[in-house]
């Protein structure tokens, strides 16, 4: 069964950049498409964007100027970079697997634990 | 960039009762390109439905959903404890994949 695990500092200064990885086991990550989503403590979620497993990425609008989604096929990670962040950005933050497809589109069918990261001076 | 909006945000409900949630999109959302998403505290999301209606494998057949164009409903038919949760509809049909508000379905 696929985990996923996510990774990175939690606390990160505004105007740096946030960087994430994702690690992948029991499964092949070059197979699936994948995804990040965020949820900003007590609140909803928002989708960031996915990187299909031909490598073209789709990125949220709002994001897209500061945003890059990556995979590591050696490493078996997926990573997220984000620059120039302020506390807006203050959020926990999920990997999934989009293995869950039909129709044409993937949904996620597996996510990691989140991991909380804060933008803070 | 297609607006999702949930209601009721609250629904205080007791065991074995019947939830009814409500997902509206500010415009028609493509080929009924709808899920619903279950998330209790502290865990990652679940998805429970796609295509507006079609439930995702192992979800028990309590759950519903229908809808189509603009507005769409997630059904639980007799909430069980484990039930008790926020849910979350998602349209995936064009970028950005916005979610809705959520609803928490919370114990009366």
């Known amino acids: 069964q696929v985990q996923l695990q996510e990774s990175g500092p939690g606390l990160v200064k505004p105007s740096e950049t946030l960087s994430l990885s994702c690690t992948v086991s029991g499964g092949s990550i070059s197979s699936y498409h994948w995804s990040w989503i965020r949820q900003p403590p007590g609140k909803g979620l928002e989708w960031i964007g996915y990187i299909h497993n031909s490598g073209r990425t789709n990125y949220n609008p709002s994001l897209k100027s500061r945003l890059t989604i990556s995979v590591d096929t050696s490493k078996n990670q997926v990573s997220v970079k984000l620059s120039s962040v302020t506390a807006a950005d203050t959020a926990v933050y999920y990997c999934a697997r989009l293995g869950y497809c039909s129709g044409g589109y993937c949904l996620p069918d597996s996510w990691g634990q989140g991991t909380l990261v804060t933008v803070s001076s | 960039e297609i607006v999702l909006t949930q209601s009721p945000g609250t629904l205080s409900l007791s065991p074995g009762e019947r939830a009814t949630l409500s997902c509206r999109a500010s415009?028609?959302?493509?080929?009924?390109?709808l899920a619903w998403y279950q998330q209790k505290p502290g865990q990652a999301p679940r998805l429970l439905m796609y295509a507006a209606s079609s439930r995702a494998t192992g979800i028990p057949d309590r759950f519903s959903g229908s809808g189509s164009g603009t507005d769409f409903t997630l059904t639980i038919s007799r909430l069980e404890p484990e039930d008790f949760a926020v849910y979350y509809c998602?349209?995936?049909?064009?970028?950005?994949?916005?979610f809705g508000g959520g609803t928490k379905v919370e114990i009366k």
């Open positions: 415009q028609s959302v493509s080929s009924s390109s």
């Open positions: 998602q349209h995936y049909g064009s970028s950005p994949r916005t």
